[in-house]
Antibody
Framework: EVQLVESGGGLVQPGGSLRLSCAAS????????ISWVRQAPGKGLEWVSV???????YYADSVKGRFTISRDSSKNMLYLQMNSLRAEDTAVYYC???????????WGQGTLVTVSS | QSALTQPASVSGSPGQSITISCTGT?????????VSWYQQHPGKAPKLMIY???NRPSGVSNRFSGSKSGNTASLTISGLQAEDEADYYC??????????FGGGTKLTVL
């Protein structure tokens, strides 16, 4: 059974950093495309980033240069390093197994990141 | 990376059909047959309903169907049921190798 479990969310001050983790089971992270998608409170879904099976990475303009997606094949884990955080980054962050970089077939339960002083 | 355009809300009575539109550009919806639709109930993670414009994942009711014409994709739900009340989001692959979502549509079953 495919499962994705995010962790690492919390309260952080503007300008601060946070690293989100996503533990995957039931499939191999390094053989798949994995995305991060976020949802601000009461708002819609926003695509954040994707890492391809081959290692290529892509980012939304809103986070480019501040966020870094990575994976650890030995642990079957995915990460999102978030730097220079802003209030507008406040959201629930979902880790998601992605098919061919085009659609998401499995989602985690999400982890809440709050950027506030 | 502008969001795809969806109506903020749609409504229908049980048994009726509704259609939600999703308008993009030549760099996303019109350029690729990679439009997906997701259903999200309050407090829950989204669920894939349609992928690659018109394909249904295993387990999704055949009351859900998708189509595309030019830069506009559509999700149609027939035989509306109370459990269909949720938020619906479209998404598309883009020419920048990114993905863009629509703003979301709240479906109310009257």
């Amino acid at each position: 059974e495919v499962q994705l479990v995010e962790s690492g969310g919390g309260l952080v001050q503007p300008g601060g950093s946070l690293r989100l983790s996503c533990a995957a089971s039931g499939f191999t992270v390094s053989s798949n495309y994995i995305s991060w998608v976020r949802q601000a409170p009461g708002k819609g879904l926003e695509w954040v980033s994707v890492i391809y099976s081959g290692g290529s990475t892509y980012y939304a303009d809103s986070v480019k240069g501040r966020f870094t997606i990575s994976r650890d094949s030995s642990k079957n884990m995915l990460y999102l390093q978030m730097n220079s955080l802003r209030a507008e980054d406040t959201a629930v962050y979902y880790c998601a197994k992605t098919v061919g970089a085009t659609h998401i077939d499995y989602w985690g339960q999400g982890t809440l990141v709050t950027v506030s002083s | 990376q502008s969001a795809l355009t969806q109506p903020a809300s749609v409504s229908g009575s049980p048994g009726q059909s509704i259609t939600i539109s999703c308008t993009g550009t030549s760099s996303d919806v019109a350029g690729y047959n990679y439009v997906s639709w997701y259903q999200q109930h309050p407090g829950k993670a989204p669920k894939l309903m349609i992928y690659d414009v018109s394909n249904r994942p295993s387990g999704v009711s055949n009351r859900f169907s998708g189509s595309k014409s030019g830069n506009t994709a559509s999700l149609t739900i027939s035989g509306l049921q109370a459990e269909d009340e949720a938020d619906y989001y479209c998404s598309s692959y883009t020419s920048s190798s990114t993905v863009v979502f629509g703003g979301g549509t709240k479906l109310t079953v009257l």
